[in-house]
């Protein structure tokens, strides 16, 4: 023997042949022979799964290296079939669909979420113990993602209350909807009070701008909402004239924005005492159809308002002095009328006479005919005579008129 080895001749008396990895080595569960597994060898004729399998084999990648989606749970302890997951290779390997959340029996959540029947739990069957329920109920979203519609305001702890599902104002699947509106406004809101439940105070009258107006909570206040529901009233005693008759009451305002002289008459004025009531002075005579300044006749006050000068007689007397022709001693007239300031005298039981008297004989134009208020009869006085009227009680006369004849004008006074 030579004293070196030479590779050519004693590569077989040396050296045995080595058991390549894909040929001696089945790796075991969770492990894949490597990619050029023939090409390489175990250090012996055989390959020992206990001390090769580094050398033979890759770690195949687990499951847990692809996301499942929602909808479906990952297999516990299961491989990719490679080194490297690929979803669309591996994912029937490694996902199995989810049991529905729609499954459980009790659709109930605690306050504040709601029970998703389109969400998935965590494995094939819903399990209260591993926290499916959890995974079922979604937090509702608060009512402060809701705004109180008008004539509504947020509740006291709108804080610390939740819509009915996963947004305020929509159903269970999303979609806004007019009665889920309406009962997480009625979860969220209080209806506000309206302006006209409240009694505007003294000197104020209902804002008819305000007739939508809601205060801003569920009464309204005089103190916070009178100028948000209210508005200054005007003062009877500016806008106001009492009709005749009345007297203003003090301190009073009219129903409205405006004063309207039907409405506002028993508001703002009182029955004023009728001048009657005094007892007018020699020389002085009640002025007719007027009234005292108060509900009550004050001598002092209303005296000379009641009462003015002139005397109150029972007996008048008509005398033509003049004619329409000078010395023509025929006169005639019709229908006369006497006034107490403005007020016509009532002739009913009055009497004319004359004395003396140079009327026609037939009776048909005496004196009476003066005052039978009549416009188709006359008196005629052949001598100018006067005619006497008799009233049946003293009356202050102020003014009077007559009708000329119907003939004759020479004759009118």
Same mark, same amino acid.
């Given at each position: 023997?030579?004293?070196?080895?030479?590779?050519?001749?004693?590569?077989?008396?040396?050296?045995?042949?080595?058991?390549?990895?894909?040929?001696?080595? @089945?790796?075991?569960?969770?492990?894949?022979?490597?990619? @050029?597994?023939?090409?390489?060898?175990?250090?012996?004729?055989?390959?020992?799964?206990?001390?090769?399998?580094?050398?033979?084999?890759?770690?195949?990648?687990?499951?847990?290296?692809?996301?499942?989606?929602?909808?479906?749970?990952?297999?516990?302890?299961?491989?990719?079939?490679?080194?490297?997951?690929? #979803?669309?290779?591996?994912?029937?390997?490694?996902?199995?669909?989810?049991?529905?959340?729609?499954?459980?029996?009790?659709?109930?959540?605690?306050?504040?979420?709601?029970?998703?029947?389109?969400?998935?739990?965590?494995?094939?069957?819903?399990?209260?113990?591993?926290?499916?329920?959890?995974?079922?109920?979604?937090?509702?979203?608060?009512?402060?993602?809701?705004?109180?519609?008008?004539?509504?305001?947020?509740?006291?702890?709108?804080?610390?209350?939740?819509?009915?599902?996963?947004?305020?104002?929509?159903?269970?699947?999303?979609?806004?909807?007019?009665?889920?509106?309406?009962?997480?406004?009625?979860?969220?809101?209080?209806?506000?009070?309206?302006?006209?439940?409240?009694?505007?105070?003294?000197?104020?009258?209902?804002?008819?701008?305000?007739?939508?107006?809601?205060?801003?909570?569920?009464?309204?206040?005089?103190?916070?909402? #009178?100028?948000?529901?209210?508005?200054?009233?005007?003062?009877?005693?500016?806008?106001?004239?009492?009709?005749?008759?009345?007297?203003?009451?003090?301190?009073?305002?009219?129903?409205?924005?405006?004063?309207?002289?039907?409405?506002?008459?028993?508001?703002?004025?009182?029955?004023?005492?009728?001048?009657?009531?005094?007892?007018?002075?020699?020389?002085?005579?009640?002025?007719?159809?007027?009234?005292?300044?108060?509900?009550?006749?004050?001598?002092? #006050?209303?005296?000379?308002?009641?009462?003015?000068?002139?005397?109150?007689?029972?007996?008048?007397?008509? @005398?033509?002095?003049?004619?329409?022709?000078?010395?023509?001693?025929?006169?005639?007239?019709?229908?006369?009328?006497?006034?107490?300031?403005?007020?016509?005298?009532?002739?009913?039981?009055?009497?004319?006479?004359?004395?003396?008297?140079?009327?026609?004989?037939?009776?048909?134009?005496?004196?009476?005919?003066?005052?039978?208020?009549?416009?188709?009869?006359?008196?005629?006085?052949?001598?100018? @005579?006067?005619?006497?009227?008799?009233?049946?009680?003293?009356?202050?006369?102020?003014?009077?008129?007559?009708?000329?004849?119907?003939?004759?004008?020479?004759?009118?006074?």
């Amino acid at each position: 023997a030579n004293k070196t080895c030479v590779a050519a001749a004693d590569l077989r008396s040396c050296c045995k042949p080595a058991m390549d990895c894909e040929q001696g080595l @089945n790796c075991t569960y969770g492990f894949i022979t490597k990619p @050029n597994g023939s090409d390489i060898f175990c250090p012996g004729p055989e390959c020992d799964p206990d001390f090769d399998a580094e050398i033979c084999c890759d770690a195949l990648a687990p499951c847990s290296d692809i996301d499942c989606g929602n909808g479906y749970y990952q297999i516990e302890n299961v491989f990719c079939q490679d080194v490297v997951c690929k #979803r669309n290779r591996d994912f029937d390997d490694c996902c199995i669909p989810s049991a529905s959340c729609s499954t459980f029996n009790s659709h109930v959540c605690q306050y504040g979420f709601w029970f998703d029947v389109a969400e998935w739990c965590l494995g094939p069957e819903c399990d209260e113990s591993v926290g499916d329920r959890a995974k079922c109920c979604k937090v509702s979203e608060p009512c402060t993602g809701l705004t109180c519609p008008h004539g509504y305001i947020y509740k006291l702890n709108y804080l610390q209350i939740t819509c009915e599902w996963e947004y305020c104002g929509r159903n269970i699947v999303g979609v806004k909807d007019q009665e889920q509106r309406a009962d997480d406004r009625d979860r969220c809101c209080n209806e506000a009070a309206h302006c006209d439940t409240l009694p505007c105070p003294h000197g104020y009258t209902p804002d008819p701008a305000a007739n939508d107006t809601y205060c801003p909570a569920t009464s309204c206040v005089e103190s916070r909402d #009178r100028d948000l529901c209210c508005t200054p009233a005007p003062a009877c005693a500016t806008d106001y004239i009492c009709p005749h008759g009345f007297t203003p009451w003090p301190d009073t305002y009219c129903d409205g924005v405006a004063c309207d002289f039907e409405r506002d008459r028993d508001i703002c004025c009182r029955p004023a005492m009728p001048c009657t009531v005094l007892e007018c002075p020699n020389n002085f005579v009640l002025r007719p159809d007027t009234y005292c300044d108060g509900i009550t006749c004050i001598e002092a #006050r209303d005296l000379y308002w009641c009462c003015e000068r002139g005397m109150a007689l029972m007996y008048y007397r008509f @005398n033509p002095v003049q004619l329409r022709q000078a010395n023509n001693m025929v006169v005639q007239a019709m229908d006369i009328q006497f006034f107490n300031q403005g007020v016509l005298i009532d002739f009913e039981f009055a009497i004319a006479s004359c004395n003396p008297c140079d009327s026609p004989v037939n009776g048909k134009e005496g004196p009476d005919r003066l005052i039978d208020n009549n416009e188709h009869t006359k008196w005629l006085d052949y001598s100018r @005579n006067p005619v006497y009227i008799t009233l049946p009680y003293i009356q202050p006369i102020f003014t009077y008129k007559f009708r000329t004849g119907d003939d004759e004008p020479i004759r009118d006074p």
